[in-house]
């Protein structure tokens, strides 16, 4: 397996850690940047691999990981945000030293976002949050907070290690999927944080979000409006 390692400054003994990874809809890394930014988080660590690409992202002038831990000490919580897309032996090693991390820091619990395609038929349910859990005991708690419990399906990467692993550990995991909606899904981001928020109670709001969805939603209608109007001249031209 390849090596992952864990660089961290200070305490997160019985913080709530939320994992933001690239996946379907940027839903992962939409929700926890805004998060970070909204909570104005502080950088206390960050996740180290040689088999890492040679990335990194630069922020006010500054090179930063561009696998990142943030925290809030006046809620408790933490955000794990990556700029980089996994292979599944690097998922493997990062969702592994995490939850090391998450078992010798003492994390309360771990909470791992990110998106669902609705099946045909059901896509005007955009609003709709799915969620898994690691232990089955806390499947009535996702139905008690209106997270509607996975009946059926399969989860990879970061999420399938960290709810395996909380599976063995004994550390709580949950899995909060996001309708999609477009490929940049601010909109279901904004969703899911409205969700976090209610579970957590972090005082985070989406406006900012929403205001980006509706621009973003609009050029992409523009688009195709202007694709079809293209494909039917050159269909009778």
Do not use: C, W
Request: charged residues 25%; proline residues 5%; hydrophobic residues 45%.
């Amino acid at each position: 397996m390849t090596d992952a390692e864990v660089n961290l400054s200070g305490s997160l003994k019985g913080y709530r850690l939320i994992v933001g990874f690239p996946g379907i809809g940027l839903i992962g890394p939409i929700a926890a940047r805004h998060i970070i930014e909204a909570r104005k988080m502080k950088l206390v660590g960050s996740i180290e691999s040689p088999a890492f690409p040679a990335v990194a992202p630069i922020r006010a002038g500054a090179a930063m990981p561009p696998v990142r831990i943030y925290a809030d000490r006046d809620s408790k919580t933490a955000v794990v945000v990556s700029e980089i897309l996994f292979s599944e032996k690097t998922a493997r090693a990062v969702g592994a030293a995490l939850m090391e991390m998450a078992e010798r820091e003492g994390v309360k619990m771990i909470l791992s976002i990110a998106g669902v395609i609705m099946p045909a038929g059901q896509k005007g349910q955009y609003t709709q949050i799915f969620g898994a859990v690691s232990d089955p005991r806390d499947v009535e708690y996702l139905e008690n907070h209106g997270i509607s419990p996975i009946k059926q399906g399969i989860t990879t990467g970061i999420s399938a290690i960290l709810l395996r692993e909380g599976q063995r550990r004994g550390i709580p995991v949950m899995l909060i999927l996001g309708t999609l909606h477009s490929k940049e899904d601010y909109r279901a981001a904004a969703d899911v944080i409205r969700k976090i928020d209610e579970l957590l109670g972090i005082d985070v709001t989406v406006e900012d979000l929403l205001e980006r969805a509706e621009r973003i939603e609009h050029e992409v209608a523009t688009i195709a409006a202007s694709t079809r109007v293209g494909s039917a001249d050159n269909m009778y031209g």
